[in-house]
């Protein structure tokens, strides 16, 4: 079935950019997203990207997505404490009925 | 504008006992799906409705059910409480089947 991936730690130093990857299986995709979700927080959508769409740059967050690979990455500028929480990849509109989500990053920063 | 509304916050629950969540979507959005996320499995599709329809259905047992209502307001009920059942149930609502979806704060759901 269909399938996303994530590395499940991330840390940087405050300040620097942080890059939390995602690969996905489904090549029917029509949108895939960022999640971002706090302790005992709902989950917030940060951004998505259309499948025809190479990059999608909104402030800090830049999306690249690389369809041939279906490969997603969401990169934070100027990475701050407020930042810390679980970043979730998920795609949608494709074979499978609602949004698949990977597992999660944890994005830890380093004072 | 609102936000989704998902209400109760916190249930304490028996094996056995069933339970109904409920949630409210954002304005004018009629498609609402549920998810449930679990530390061992993540977040999991359960079910998405359209305009009082179930349009999509995750592969969870007959247990769990749903329904829309005429305001696209939803209501989750999980019969004969297992264990296992324990976790957090988000709903989430968009605009359209498959849209991009706009969560809520979860209900989280004990079963002792």
């Known amino acids: 079935g269909e399938d996303v991936e994530q590395s499940l730690f991330l840390s940087v130093r405050e300040g620097d950019s942080s890059v939390i990857n995602c690969t996905y299986t489904?090549?029917?995709?029509?949108?895939l997203y960022w999640y971002k979700q706090e302790p005992g927080a709902g989950l917030q959508l940060l951004t998505y990207i259309f499948s025809n769409m190479d990059m999608k740059q909104d402030q800090r967050l830049t999306v690249l997505l690389n369809k041939k690979d279906k490969h997603l990455s969401l990169r934070i500028a100027d990475t701050q404490t407020g930042d810390s929480a679980i970043y979730f990849c998920?795609?949608?509109?494709?074979?499978?009925?609602?949004?698949?989500f990977g597992k999660g990053t944890h994005l830890i920063i380093q004072p | 504008k609102a936000g989704v509304t998902q209400t109760p916050r916190y249930l304490i629950k028996t094996r056995g006992q069933q339970v109904t969540l409920s949630c409210s979507p954002i304005?004018?959005?009629?498609?609402v799906s549920w998810y449930q996320q679990t530390p061992g499995q993540g977040l999991q599709f359960l079910f998405e409705?359209?305009?009082?329809?179930?349009?999509n259905k995750g592969n969870f047992p007959g247990r769990f059910s749903g329904r829309q209502f005429s305001n696209s307001r939803s209501e989750m009920n999980v019969s004969t409480l297992e264990l296992g059942d324990s976790a957090l149930y988000f709903c989430?609502?968009?605009?359209?089947?498959?849209?991009?979806?706009?969560f809520g704060q979860g209900t989280r759901l004990t079963v002792v």
């Open positions: 489904d090549s029917s995709s029509t949108y």
């Open positions: 998920a795609e949608g509109g494709g074979g499978a009925d609602g949004l698949t």
């Open positions: 304005s004018g959005h009629r498609s």
């Open positions: 409705y359209f305009s009082e329809t179930q349009r």
């Open positions: 989430a609502s968009s605009l359209r089947v498959n849209g991009e979806a706009f």
